[in-house]
Each structure stands twice: as C-alpha cells, then as structure tokens.
C-alpha cells in the first residue's frame, strides 16, 4: 500500500513564475492536508479538503495561492508568481475519513526554491 | 484558536538515557487529541504516540510514553533508554474533535540529539 506520494520532490522557480505541487493520498483516504515549513520552523497549516470541497483555508494566504482536490486525480497546490518569501518544503498529509481518531499520514515533502 | 507552543528549541540526550520533551497547548474545547509527531532528517513525518484528551491514563508506546495534564494543558513526550536513532526533530500537535474541522495546529518542535 503506497503512501502519501508528492512530486516534484524538489522544485526551482525564479520569481514570478508559477509552482504547482502535487500530492496523491494514501488509497481509500479521502481529506486532504497541506503544510508548510519554513526553514526552522514548525509546520504552518495551510488547507484542509477533501474530494470536491475545501474544508477549511484558513491558513491559505489570500493571494495567489489556491488548492484543490478533485474527483478524479491528486491533490493540486498552486502557488501564482512566485517570491522568494514562498521558499519552503510544503508537506502533504491525508487521512481517512473526518471522523479519523489517529494519525496523519506525511508524504516526503516537495522543498520550493524561489530564486 | 488553537495554540501549541513547544519552548525546547532544542536538547539533547546520552544514548541510553531518559529526556522528556515539553508541550503546552491552549484550547477552550474539552474533547480533542493531542500526539506526538517525528521528522528524521530528510525524511518524513511519523506518528510517535497519541493520547485522546477524555483518558486520564497516559499513553505509551513501548519507549515512549507521555505525561498528559489536562487541567495545565501540559502534554509532554518522555523517551527512555534513548538510542540514536531517536534523534530528530519531534513535534506537538492537536487535533480538535467535534467542531466539524479537523485541523491539526502543530508546535515549531524541539530538535533531539542523541550523543553517543
């Protein structure tokens, strides 16, 4: 049973470009985590969803960031013109159902160099 | 809203010696669940314990066990016989149940080293 899967591992963007990272959830798990960590730093919730619905983005930045996750295909996060500032690993997590009393289950990270 | 506040930046430990990492959240809710995450280095996160907020007993997982006060909101990890591949960094989380979004809030975690 595979894990949490996010590509890219490593991503390079110059400033202003955009950054798409992906994360597919463990089989048979429907919610959706993301996270980022700063250099140092603990992990920074940013979006719950899961399929069709975003839960809860209270941790989203209002501009250019956005999250998704559809029907059919992974977890999308996008993050529009890039700054040095979005420079992190972003972590995705996923669990079962809402109801899940235990773990979050962490894919390896996708680490984000703005140049 | 929810907080966790882990205040050890950092300790360290002698290989097969006991340390105890801290945590304090903050939080109005009565029902929630509190765990214990590791990060190694380059690698992923993995669950280290979890203690659900209406057991008094304190949970353990074979070295690692936590002492959980809920009137302090204190919620401290103590691993025992350390070893040295114990050594990362470990984060505080907590997770709300019964407010209809489960959000994990997680601390800004304490990094471990194990001398040997």
């Known amino acids: 049973n595979a894990g949490v899967m996010q590509n890219p591992r490593h991503l390079v963007r110059r400033r202003g470009q955009e950054a798409r990272l992906r994360c597919s959830p463990m089989?048979?798990?429907?919610?959706v985590y993301w996270y980022r960590q700063l250099p140092e730093e603990g992990l920074k919730f940013m979006v719950y969803l899961q399929k069709e619905n975003i839960i809860d983005e209270s941790g989203m930045p209002k501009e250019r960031f956005s999250a998704e996750f559809p029907k059919e295909g992974p977890s999308i996060l996008r993050i529009q013109q890039v700054v040095r500032g979005d420079s992190a690993a972003y972590f995705c997590?996923?669990?079962?159902?809402?109801?899940?009393?235990?773990?979050?289950?962490f894919g390896e990270g996708s680490r984000l160099t703005v140049l | 809203a929810q907080t966790v506040t882990q205040s050890q930046p950092e300790m360290s430990v002698q290989e097969a010696e006991t340390v105890t990492l801290s945590c304090t959240y903050d939080t109005s809710e009565s029902d929630y669940y509190l765990f214990w995450y590791k990060q190694p280095p380059s690698r992923q996160m993995i669950l280290v314990i979890r203690?659900?907020?209406?057991?008094?007993q304190n949970a353990t997982e074979n070295r690692f066990s936590v002492n959980f006060q809920k009137a302090a909101k204190s919620f401290s990890l103590k691993i025992s016989d350390s070893q040295l591949g114990d050594a990362a960094m470990y984060f505080c989380?907590?997770?709300?149940?019964?407010?209809?979004?489960?959000?994990?809030?997680f601390g800004t975690g304490t990094r471990l080293k194990v001398l040997a």
């Open positions: 089989k048979g798990h429907s919610h």
């Open positions: 203690q659900e907020a209406y057991k008094q």
């Open positions: 997590a996923s669990s079962p159902i809402s109801e899940n009393t235990g773990e979050l289950f």
């Open positions: 989380a907590y997770r709300s149940e019964g407010s209809g979004t489960y959000k994990y809030i």
